[in-house]
């Protein structure tokens, strides 16, 4: 993308409000994606999700544990209550100048993977 067409992004972006998805679209929104990444990589965030929620994402599994937890969808469950959680307890709330940013951030950089 050419330097002007992100300097009109930008323009845009700055006196747009900024739309926060619903899950599932939300998935597809490289703001959300960012904040899923940044999340994952805090171990004191998930261990503090796995308190509150009595879940398991931040303990050391046996590979046998794992292949259970996969084949009784207890990981998948995990999975999608830490993504619940990062939806409305970070990434409904990030101001719109940070979703922007991200957003921004996607479009002029192609080939950088937001998605963890």
Known sequence: MSRKSINVLKKLLAVTPAARLPIPSACFDPAFMACIKSAISTHELVQQFDR?????????????????????????????????????????????????????????????????
């Open 52 to 116: 509150l929620y009595g879940c398991s994402l931040s303990r050391a599994r046996s590979p046998i544990e794992q292949m259970i937890d996969k084949a009784t969808g207890y990981q998948d469950d995990q999975l999608r209550k830490f993504t619940e959680f990062v939806h409305d307890s970070i990434y409904l709330r990030l101001p719109d100048e940070a979703i922007n940013a991200f957003r921004l951030a996607a479009i002029a950089r192609p080939d950088l993977e937001v998605a963890p």
